[in-house]
Each structure stands twice: as C-alpha cells, then as structure tokens.
C-alpha cells in the first residue's frame, strides 16, 4: 500500500462559517521550524539515554526515513531498504519495526492508522499540520489552518484542558479519484 504525498500545498477555498469563524480566503501551506540537532543526532541522543546501542542497521533506517519527506509504512520501508541494500548487508524486518517504534517514541516520527495501516511521518522540524486522507487512492494532503487551531483553543478554554496537541483527519475522495469514470459491470464483459 503506497501512501502518496501533497505536501506544502497551498489551497484558496472559500470556507463555511465555523464556530463563529467568519469564510474567507486562506492559505493552508505548512511553515517551517528550526531545529538543534540532526535527525540522526537526536534519535543517537534519545538510544544513549536509554542504554541502547546505535546500530549500523539503526543508521541506515534513520538515514533513509528522513532522505526524504513521504508518509509510508513499515513494508514500503523494508522493501525500499532491501532493494537499496548497503554493504551486502539487508536490513530485518524486526528491526524496521523496533526503529519505528524508537523513532515514534523520540518524537522524531508520528504513526497514524490509516485504511487498517499504520503510516508513518516525519514529525521533528516539521509543523504542526492535518491532513485530508483520499479513502480510494490513499493520497495524503496537509495543511494548515489557523481556524483548527483556534477551535482547539476555544474547546480547551471551555472545558479547563491542557492540550499538548492535536491531529485531525477529513477521509474523502479526492478530485482525481472523483474524476475517474467509474467501472461498471457492463464494462467488464
């Protein structure tokens, strides 16, 4: 299952009111944040401190998650990693699934479950965002809307909750799964 990938898109849509927000025109593009340390610098941090070792299959997991941005699962990732095998060696399938494990645990990645899979993303120097989820093609699409965060402020102030954050999910089908002529029985004979 390939997870497609619309990032830093940015939407002009006309909006209903919600929740006392007036529609106008927004720009839902993602921002950018700074970060001290590496990706790999921070997850060797987060292992020391825990009395782990850093592995060589670690790195190459590390490396090759975050060379680039795409939502993906553990079996996209290990058939990715075998067929870019590095010194002879492949990466197990046990210790694709325990780095992802380690890397959601050290805030470096976010899992979501989507259409029965868990999906992967990268969360460290990444903003905070939501994301519409194409229910036929699987295509992700974020973005950022001042208005949800807002929301959340208001609902927090209401019922006297922390909130240490979010994630907000629209499932749908997207124009292009919506353009396709959809397939008939008559077409098939």
Known sequence: MHFHL???????????????LAAMEHDF??????VSLAPQERFEEF?????????????IIVE????RHDH???EDLIVHLNANVVGGR????????RTLSELV???????????????????YGY???DHLHCQKCNKLIEFHSDEVAQIGEALARQYQFRVTGHRLIFTGICADCRSQRPTRKLDLV
């Open 127 to 129: 903003p905070q965002h």
């Open 47 to 59: 292992l020391q401190s825990r009395g782990k070792r850093v592995t060589q299959q670690r790195k």
């Open 29 to 34: 593009s993602l921002g950018t944040v700074q």
């Open 90 to 97: 492949r990466v197990s399938r046990p210790t694709v699934y």
């Open 64 to 67: 090759e998650v975050f060379k």
């Open 72 to 74: 993906f699962d553990a």
């Open 105 to 123: 645990d050290s805030g470096l990645l976010r899992s979501m479950t989507l259409g029965g899979r868990t999906v992967y993303e990268h969360d």
């Open 6 to 20: 619309l990032t830093k898109l940015t939407l002009h849509a006309h909006l209903p009111a919600v929740a006392g």
